[in-house]
């Protein structure tokens, strides 16, 4: 009983997208600061986009792993033994994208889209998203009942 799922999506292309825009504005304007930021903007969404290019969840023994990637700069592991229960939901139009704390309680790892797998842990919430959320729902319920 493994798993492994990798969702892609055109996340990081928005981000370029944004980057090359304040790219454009940082040319386009005369005045110091307004250069320096949005400047500054552009290179760190550049840097930052090719880490959101897709998610991975793989199975590691006791273990699970959410990944971004392919750059690996944001990952977490948890633990079968600290997971309570595990159920299919979506996430709220404002959690949006990213990792970041929800407005409901708890963390979301989410990549594109609204399908979630919403993990119940003995300290606290974490949420998902997966584009494979019945397949990730089943096979986390399975390890925590084993």
Same mark, same amino acid.
């Given at each position: %009983?493994?798993?492994? #799922? $990798?969702?892609?999506?055109?996340? +990081?292309?928005?981000? +370029?997208?944004?980057?090359?825009?304040?790219?454009?504005?940082? +040319?386009?304007? /005369?005045?110091?600061?307004?250069?320096?930021?949005?400047?500054?903007? &552009?290179?760190?969404? $550049?840097?930052?986009?090719?880490?959101?290019? #897709?998610?991975? !969840?793989?199975?590691?023994?006791?273990? =699970? &792993?959410?990944?971004? @990637?392919? !750059?690996?700069? =944001?990952?977490?592991?948890?633990?079968?033994?600290?997971?309570?229960?595990?159920?299919?939901?979506? $996430?709220?139009?404002?959690?949006?994208? @990213?990792?970041? &704390?929800?407005?409901? @309680? @708890? %963390?979301?790892?989410?990549?594109?889209?609204?399908?979630?797998?919403? /993990? #119940?842990?003995? #300290?606290?919430?974490?949420?998902?998203? $997966?584009?494979?959320?019945?397949?990730?729902?089943?096979?986390?319920?399975?390890?925590?009942?084993?």
């Amino acid at each position: %009983m493994t798993y492994s #799922h $990798t969702q892609k999506a055109p996340l +990081c292309l928005l981000l +370029c997208g944004i980057a090359l825009t304040c790219l454009v504005l940082a +040319c386009a304007t /005369v005045e110091r600061p307004a250069i320096y930021i949005a400047g500054g903007v &552009a290179l760190l969404l $550049t840097l930052l986009a090719p880490a959101f290019h #897709h998610l991975t !969840v793989i199975d590691q023994g006791d273990q =699970f &792993a959410i990944r971004f @990637g392919p !750059v690996p700069l =944001f990952r977490r592991t948890v633990r079968y033994d600290d997971i309570e229960r595990v159920e299919i939901g979506r $996430t709220l139009i404002l959690d949006g994208w @990213g990792i970041h &704390a929800s407005i409901r @309680g @708890g %963390m979301v790892w989410n990549l594109w889209g609204r399908d979630c797998v919403v /993990v #119940h842990l003995k #300290h606290g919430v974490l949420r998902i998203g $997966t584009d494979d959320a019945e397949n990730l729902a089943r096979f986390l319920n399975q390890r925590i009942s084993a």
